[in-house]
């Protein structure tokens, strides 16, 4: 690539990471700390060697085609990469980068204090509390699940839900089942803390008191956690989902929240975030979280750091190391 890179980053990162990205090329850093829109999109393709964007930049369509020619790498600040269309990608010679195992405990430290959470009803009592509405302690009083001893199920046992499976196992005494989209090595599952896998997603549900999903977004897992699912869930059972908002029906969610079959839920994704269905505020049962499952100051870090790796590999003429496609 002749000359020093022109790389664009489109929301504002730590600043230590920042820093050391100047190193790699002429960079711009947009202003704004809002998700890109489909404009501005189209108009960087033909301006930039590399974009790194994040999981909440929606990339349109015609993004693809104006990148030929120019564009030549798309470094994404996060595991997941549904928002990136990879045949789109592929088909105009764009290469596609993410940054798996940094994020790994921090989600799965999330998804366990969203299940402790939504259990306990830390919230509501946290909520009661604030307001200035306790009474004091009585032996009826905001009644929760109890953790200790129960069975999680788990939907998608990659870094992140073996690593849940440990925490909920050693920590909690938890047994744990779970569905995974291969089959995983024993010893793998053994050491997550003798984790057992279903043939299915509703075996699971029918199986266990919590269900925390840690599956990939996407076109395959859209609707996943749909009413059917959620039927077969033993009546009282808790979801906790980290994984993306696209993989729960959110109107199955609330009808079966409504009918009470449901126990409640901890949810730090959501279909169409930022925006929140309306819906959401009026279950009390309800643990509700900002998108939060990387958020500390390490593993941000860590994210951006692992992104530069894979751009200055990239720009070196190399393979990058978390090479999407």
Same mark, same amino acid.
């Given at each position: 690539m002749a000359g020093r890179a022109k790389i664009l980053v489109t929301?504002?990162?730590?600043?230590?990471?920042?820093?050391?990205?100047?190193? *790699?090329?002429?960079? =711009?850093?947009?202003?704004?700390?809002?998700?890109?829109? &489909? @404009?501005?999109?189209?108009?960087?393709? $033909?301006?930039?060697?590399?974009?790194?964007?994040t999981v909440s930049d929606v990339i349109p369509p015609e993004f693809y085609p104006a990148a030929k020619g120019r564009l030549r790498l798309l470094a994404s600040y996060g595991v997941g990469y549904n928002h990136i269309d990879i045949t789109a990608a592929r088909e105009n010679g764009i290469t596609v980068t993410n940054t798996p195992g940094? *994020?790994?405990?921090? =989600?799965?430290?999330?998804?366990?204090?969203?299940?402790? &959470? @939504?259990?306990?009803?830390?919230?509501? $009592?946290?909520r009661e509390t604030r307001a200035g509405h306790w009474a004091g302690w009585r032996p009826t009083h905001m009644i929760g699940r109890k953790v200790s001893g129960a069975t999680l199920g788990i939907v998608g046992f990659g870094r992140i839900g073996q690593a849940m499976s440990r925490r909920a196992h050693y920590g909690f005494g938890m047994e744990v089942v779970f569905q995974n989209r291969s089959t995983v090595d024993p010893e793998v599952a053994r050491a997550a803390g003798n984790a057992r896998q279903l043939a299915s997603v509703i075996e699971v549900a029918k199986a266990c008191d919590f269900l925390s999903?840690?599956?990939?977004?996407?076109?395959?897992?859209?609707?996943?956690i749909g009413a059917e699912v959620l039927a077969a869930m033993k009546p009282g059972a808790i979801l906790v989902n980290t994984a993306r908002g696209d993989v729960v029906d959110e109107d199955a969610l609330f009808a079966a929240l409504e009918r009470g079959h449901l126990?409640?839920?901890?949810?730090?994704?959501?279909?169409?975030?930022?925006?929140?269905?309306?819906?959401?505020?009026?279950?009390?049962?309800?643990?509700?979280?900002?998108?939060?499952?990387?958020?500390?100051?390490?593993?941000?870090?860590?994210?951006?750091?692992?992104?530069?790796?894979?751009?200055?590999?990239f720009l070196a003429g190399a393979i990058p190391p978390d090479r999407v496609v």
């Open positions: 929301r504002a990162w730590p600043e230590a990471v920042e820093a050391r990205l100047t190193e *790699l090329g002429a960079v =711009t850093f947009r202003a704004p700390d809002t998700p890109m829109s &489909a @404009a501005e999109f189209i108009d960087a393709a $033909g301006r930039y060697d590399a974009i790194l964007p940094v *994020l790994t405990d921090c =989600t799965a430290d999330l998804a366990m204090g969203l299940l402790l &959470a @939504a259990a306990r009803r830390i919230g509501e $009592g946290e999903l840690h599956c990939p977004g996407g076109a395959e897992t859209a609707g996943l126990g409640g839920a901890g949810l730090d994704v959501y279909r169409g975030e930022p925006a929140l269905d309306p819906r959401f505020l009026d279950h009390d049962s309800l643990v509700l979280a900002p998108h939060l499952g990387s958020a500390t100051e390490e593993t941000r870090a860590a994210m951006g750091h692992r992104a530069i790796d894979n751009l200055a590999a």
